[in-house]
């Protein structure tokens, strides 16, 4: 079985250290994720922070470590590349743009330049992009490379969804009619991930049109810029006539609710309650408010990140679609997007795909 070499740029909390603050489940950095994946090692790692770098190489015994990832990939020749850097380019703690000018977009920059150099799988943090215009750069460019793409919405691959998931695509709630996520939520740090596995959860279906607000609801957008990583609500329409919204309150929990049952998952992903129509029970009450708790098989967590690499393996070496695939991560960035346009066109619904692909809009 071959064994893949991996480059990480950025050598922070996702490249190499946040498995030390307490999440579930493990390994959940790149370079931790790596040493737990038969198919993975870390080839090199880079950083623009020395003591980044030191850090690094003390902690994993890794000592090819460079500060320009142009050089890593010509030096290093990695299979896979993990873009682990802040969305902006900005170091912790920045909040916000510097100024009205600023767009800056590493996750996007770097993409695009991975690709165009050849680099056979990449990793990319979420969001991928700031922009419209951005996101196509990386389309464009990872189709033309045929570069083998996911993003860091991480509960695409985590088993907890996909025994959802699982149910959802096979009928348990009968079929789905409406998609719910709750807890506030930043809209590009935050409902990236919202959108992204509400649209996991039904079989990622097309959406064809969102509204919603960004905070504060008479925030004006003016040049195509949003300094800031806006508090937002959202209401999207699948073309197969689901419906999903965001209720900004509780804990990070999904439901799907179908013709017969609905399905939750629950705080954060630690468990889900199906409730279905009763065994038995005729048709005629199918819809009506007589569900009952069903039994449901649950599963023990996996490490999403070690499922998320050795996806984009899977899909190298069989020609398969990754799981978050360039198409899908470019429409869901365009949904998180279109929330914002609709806030600027009053709350109005707007139609995919965007008509401007300028407005930018900062964010971690
Ligand atoms: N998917 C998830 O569950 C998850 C979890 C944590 C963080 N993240 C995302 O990961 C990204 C990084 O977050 P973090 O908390 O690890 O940040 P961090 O500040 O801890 O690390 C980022 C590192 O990138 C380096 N860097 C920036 N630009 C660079 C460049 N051009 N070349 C080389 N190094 C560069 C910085 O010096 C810094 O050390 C963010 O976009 C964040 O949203 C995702």
């Given at each position: 079985?071959?064994?893949?070499?991996?480059?990480?740029?950025?050598?922070?909390?996702?490249?190499?250290?946040?498995?030390?603050?307490?999440?579930?489940?493990?390994?959940?950095?790149?370079?931790?994720?790596?040493?737990?994946?038969?198919?993975?090692?870390?080839?090199?790692?880079c950083?623009?922070?020395p003591?980044?770098?030191?850090?690094?190489?003390?902690?994993?015994?890794?000592?090819?470590?460079?500060?320009?990832?142009?050089?890593?990939?010509?030096?290093?020749?990695?299979?896979?590349?993990?873009?682990?850097?802040?969305?902006?380019?900005?170091?912790?703690?920045?909040?916000?743009?510097?100024?009205?000018?600023?767009?800056?977009?590493?996750?996007?920059?770097?993409?695009?330049?991975?690709?165009?150099?050849?680099?056979?799988?990449?990793?990319?943090?979420?969001?991928?992009?700031?922009?419209?215009?951005?996101?196509?750069?990386?389309?464009?460019?990872?189709?033309?490379?045929?570069?083998?793409?996911?993003?860091?919405?991480?509960?695409?691959f985590?088993?907890?969804?996909?025994?959802?998931?699982?149910?959802?695509?096979?009928?348990?709630?009968?079929?789905?009619?409406?998609?719910?996520?709750?807890?506030?939520?930043?809209?590009?740090?935050?409902?990236?991930?919202?959108?992204?596995?509400?649209?996991?959860?039904?079989?990622?279906p097309?959406?064809?049109?969102?509204r919603?607000?960004?905070?504060?609801?008479?925030?004006?957008?003016?040049?195509d810029?949003?300094?800031?990583?806006?508090?937002?609500?959202?209401?999207?329409?699948?073309?197969?006539?689901?419906?999903?919204?965001?209720?900004?309150?509780?804990?990070?929990?999904?439901?799907?609710?179908?013709?017969?049952?609905?399905?939750?998952?629950?705080?954060?992903?630690?468990?889900?309650?199906l409730?279905?129509?009763?065994?038995?029970?005729?048709?005629?009450?199918?819809?009506?408010?007589?569900?009952?708790?069903?039994?449901?098989?649950?599963?023990?967590?996996?490490?999403?990140?070690?499922?998320?690499l050795?996806?984009?393996?899977?899909?190298?070496?069989?020609?398969?679609?990754?799981?978050?695939?360039?198409?899908?991560?470019?429409?869901?960035?365009?949904?998180?997007?279109?929330?914002?346009?609709?806030?600027?066109?009053?709350?109005?619904?707007?139609?995919?795909?965007?008509?401007?692909?300028?407005?930018?809009?900062?964010?971690?």
């Open positions: 079985m071959k064994t893949y070499r991996v480059g990480i740029i950025g050598l922070g909390r996702m490249g190499s250290t946040i498995d030390d603050e307490g999440h579930t489940p493990l390994p959940y950095s790149i370079a931790a994720a790596c040493r737990a994946s038969e198919r993975l090692e870390i080839a090199a790692g950083d623009l922070l003591e980044r770098r030191g850090d690094f190489t003390r902690r994993w015994r890794v000592h090819a470590v460079y500060e320009d990832y142009t050089e890593m990939v010509r030096e290093e020749r990695p299979d896979l590349v993990a873009v682990c850097t802040t969305a902006s380019g900005l170091q912790k703690p920045a909040r916000e743009a510097p100024d009205a000018s600023f767009r800056g977009d590493s996750h996007a920059e770097l993409a695009v330049a991975l690709a165009e150099m050849g680099v056979p799988m990449i990793y990319v943090e979420k969001a991928m992009a700031s922009s419209m215009a951005a996101a196509d750069r990386i389309r464009d460019a990872v189709k033309k490379n045929g570069t083998v793409f996911n993003t860091g919405v991480l509960r695409r985590d088993n907890r969804y996909e025994v959802v998931r699982n149910a959802v695509l096979r009928g348990d709630v009968g079929e789905p009619r409406a998609a719910i996520h709750y807890a506030q939520s930043s809209l590009m740090h935050g409902h990236i991930h919202s959108i992204d596995t509400l649209s996991w959860l039904i079989g990622d097309a959406i064809s049109s969102v919603g607000e960004i905070a504060p609801r008479d925030y004006v957008i003016e040049n810029h949003i300094p800031y990583d806006p508090t937002a609500t959202y209401e999207l329409m699948f073309e197969n006539g689901v419906r999903a919204w965001s209720i900004p309150a509780a804990g990070w929990e999904y439901e799907i609710i179908g013709t017969e049952g609905t399905i939750r998952s629950l705080n954060n992903g630690a468990g889900a309650s409730r279905r129509v009763p065994p038995g029970d005729g048709h005629e009450r199918k819809g009506r408010s007589n569900w009952e708790e069903a039994p449901f098989d649950f599963v023990t967590p996996k490490s999403t990140v070690v499922s998320c050795e996806d984009l393996v899977n899909a190298y070496e069989t020609g398969r679609k990754s799981l978050g695939n360039i198409e899908t991560a470019h429409h869901i960035t365009e949904a998180c997007i279109a929330v914002a346009e609709s806030h600027r066109r009053g709350g109005a619904w707007v139609e995919l795909p965007l008509a401007g692909r300028d407005l930018y809009i900062w964010h971690v």
